[in-house]
C-alpha cells in the first residue's frame, strides 16, 4: 500500500469514528470503557450458524394466512422479504406497494428500481443483501401504515432482523428507522449519524421513493450509504 492510501484510509476510518462519536453522544452516552460483545463484528459468513436461517423459515411459516391487522383483508401476498440469510446487510422499507403486493416480493417497483441502482452503486448486487419492510402487507392506496398495524407486525420484523444476524442495518425512510428506534423523530434528524439496534450499527436514510421525488437528496442518501459500506468493512 502506499503512504497516500495508508493516509486515506487513516482519514476514513477517522471519519467513521467521529460519526459513531457524534451518534453515541447524540444518544445520551457521554462515557464508556469498553466496546460491548453485542458490538463487535457478525460471525463471518462461513462460520455463521444455520440456526438464523431456521428460525427465518419458521417465522414465515407463522406469518402464512395472517390476520393480526386490518391489512390482510386486501392483500394478494404476503411480501416477507428476500435475499441472502448470510447477508450482513439488511435494508428495511416501510411496507409493500402495488407491484409487490401482486408479486409477492420487497421493493420491485419503481422505488425497487431505485434501490437497486443504490445497492449496485454500492458494490453489491441485489440477492447478496436482504430486503424487508415493516409491514408485509400493502396499506391500502401505499399509504403510511398506522400504529397498531405496525405493532402488530413489527415483532416479526425484530425476530427476523435478529434471525438474520446482520453486521449493519439500512433503515429506507421514516417509518422503517422510527419503528427500529422507538423514536418519533423526523428521517432528516435520524439520518447523518449511526444509531445501534439492539447492538447492530442502524444506518437511516430516505426512502427510495422519496429520492425519486426529491432528487437533490440523492448526494445526502449516498453519503448514508457510503457509511453504511465503511461500517461493513470495519
Ligand atoms: N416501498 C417500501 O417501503 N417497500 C417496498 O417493498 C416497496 C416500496
Redesign the pocket.
Known amino acids: 500500500m502506499r503512504p497516500e492510501d495508508d493516509i486515506r484510509e487513516l482519514a476514513a476510518c477517522l471519519d467513521r469514528l467521529r460519526w459513531t462519536v457524534s451518534g453515541l453522544r447524540a444518544g445520551g452516552i457521554q462515557e464508556w470503557r469498553h466496546v460491548p460483545r453485542n458490538l463487535t463484528p457478525a460471525k463471518s459468513e462461513a462460520s455463521r450458524p444455520p440456526a438464523g436461517e431456521a428460525a427465518l423459515e419458521a417465522l414465515g411459516l407463522e406469518l402464512k394466512g395472517c390476520t393480526r391487522c386490518r391489512l390482510h383483508s386486501g392483500r394478494k401476498s404476503l411480501?416477507f422479504g428476500e435475499g441472502s440469510v448470510r447477508s450482513g446487510l439488511v435494508f428495511v422499507?416501510?411496507?409493500?406497494?402495488f407491484?409487490?403486493d401482486q408479486q409477492g416480493r420487497?421493493?420491485?417497483?419503481r422505488?425497487?428500481r431505485l434501490l437497486d441502482k443504490m445497492i449496485e452503486a454500492m458494490g453489491f448486487h441485489r440477492p447478496e443483501v436482504y430486503?424487508c419492510?415493516v409491514v408485509k402487507c400493502r396499506p391500502p392506496e401505499n399509504r403510511t401504515p398506522q400504529s397498531d398495524e405496525i405493532e402488530a407486525c413489527s415483532p416479526f420484523l425484530f425476530r427476523q432482523i435478529e434471525a438474520l444476524a446482520p453486521k449493519v442495518i439500512c433503515a429506507?425512510?421514516a417509518?422503517?428507522a422510527q419503528t427500529l428506534l422507538g423514536r418519533a423523530s423526523p428521517i432528516s434528524r435520524l439520518r447523518g449519524r449511526i444509531h445501534f439496534w439492539r447492538g447492530v450499527p442502524l444506518i437511516c436514510t430516505f426512502?427510495?421513493?422519496y429520492l425519486l421525488r426529491n432528487a437533490a437528496q440523492k448526494g445526502a442518501a449516498w453519503q448514508d450509504l457510503k457509511e453504511v459500506i465503511g461500517t461493513l468493512r470495519s
Request: aromatic residues 4%; glycine residues 26%; proline residues 13%.
Open positions: 411480501v422499507g416501510e411496507g409493500p406497494g407491484e409487490e420487497p421493493f420491485v417497483g422505488a425497487g430486503i419492510n429506507l425512510g417509518c422503517a426512502h427510495p421513493a
